[in-house]
């Protein structure tokens, strides 16, 4: 994928007409066979166009677990606004720092051949940051290679930016233990008295704002004053981390956010870049929100096989079902043509997906019918490489990580 795909200002948005714009990706691969993922190109520039906008002027940093696609990855960073990598394991960070200089493991590690690799490597040592929230973190680095046989490891801190609410107990996911300003700073201390490590940042993510949708329908007021209240506290709390770490230790970056969040976490004063992924190739969990609506850039299709009924149409495969609760947000949502729907008893299958409705009866065996999965990046563990498509044409082919023989969680 060319640079040039993604900094074309994009003045049309033909996403807003289901008919024309999925009627232009049929057409647009009418002669490839079999199940395909596909990227849109003028969604995908939208998208990432929009995601600049939306941090005003703080740097973004790419989540590599919502695209999984290096030349996605590339391009984007490749545009004014975007600055490094947030991965997901030690062993993906490693392959990507092959070609990009700033890479944080956004998780803590256990891998101790991936460890013994990094510290094996001073360059790789210098372009790649380790998570930590613990000092047994710390012990086990030491453990696979000592202090003094190694380059110096950077670490980043994880504090929890969940919200502990007086009479509801703890908002957000389980990430790290580290919560209060003071605990930060302990470990911090902690850290600096070690040889063979470097402090370098800090990361707070607030999944219960990023990652939840408010605009859905479903209990829309209570998540939005849940929302307020959390992002009022965080905002006081990470800026009084954020002068105790100061005074420990020259801290490189303070990193916050993510696709649902970044107009409060850019107007943190203390924050020095944002994260964004999934607002990229925009998954439907992205839907919901009030602030921002992103092009669906990334979609896949599969073909009808059989007509068991008049107005039911099976297609090959189908249950490409995304991590978390397993609930309907999780199922991939049918988005052309219109006017279908699982059966009950079936939903979207492993080996087969029937699909009733009016459109069924439209429908003969070798059509087409577009689905978007619902988290942006696990799409790319499904398929060997994206399509690319810019209008109804066909325009290229890039590998996911599957594609290129990568597997890393």
Known sequence: ?????????????????PAAYWGAMTRATQNL??????????????????????????????????IRVREVMDATLALPGYRGILAFTLPEAL?????????????????????????????????????????????????????????????CID????????????????????????????????????PGFELVGLMMYEAQIAGQGNSTGRGDVAIRWMQRRSGAELLQRRAAIVRLLRDIAPI????????????????????????AGS???????????RSFAPAPAAAFSLEVVRKPTADIATVLGGGWIASGPADESRQPRLVWPQGLATLGREGAGEVQTPLQGEAARTLKVGDRV?????????????????????????????ATYRGEQRAFL
Request: no cysteine; glycine share 8%; charged share 25%.
């Open 159 to 194: 504090a929890d930016a969940s919200w502990r609410a007086r009479g509801l107990g703890h908002i957000g996911v389980r990430r790290s233990p580290v919560h209060e300003p003071e605990e930060a700073a302990s470990l911090a201390r902690a850290i600096v008295a070690r």
């Open 33 to 66: 066979s079999g199940p395909i993922a596909a990227i849109n190109v003028a969604a995908l520039r939208y998208n990432a166009l929009d995601l600049v906008v939306r941090a005003s002027g703080l740097p973004i940093r790419v989540a590599s677990k919502s």
């Open 370 to 398: 577009w689905f978007r999965h619902s988290k942006s990046g696990e799409l790319a563990e499904r398929v060997a490489s994206y399509h690319l498509v810019d209008g109804d044409r066909l325009v290229g082919e890039s």
């Open 95 to 155: 392959w990507l720092a092959e070609r990009h200089g700033d890479v944080v493991v956004g998780y803590p590690t256990a891998d101790r051949h991936a460890i013994a690799a990094l510290a094996a490597d001073e360059r790789a040592a210098a372009r790649v940051t380790l998570m930590v929230d613990d000092v047994s973190h710390l012990d086990l680095i030491d453990s696979v290679v000592e202090p003094g046989k190694r380059p110096a490891i950077r670490l």
């Open 1 to 17: 994928m060319s640079l040039t795909m993604l900094s074309t200002p994009t003045t049309e948005s033909p996403w807003s007409d």
């Open 279 to 289: 607002g990229l190739l925009a998954g439907h969990l992205f839907d919901g929100y």
């Open 252 to 275: 490189e970056f303070v990193n916050g956010g993510g696709t649902g969040s970044l107009e409060l976490t850019a107007s943190d004063q203390s924050v020095t870049e944002v994260t």
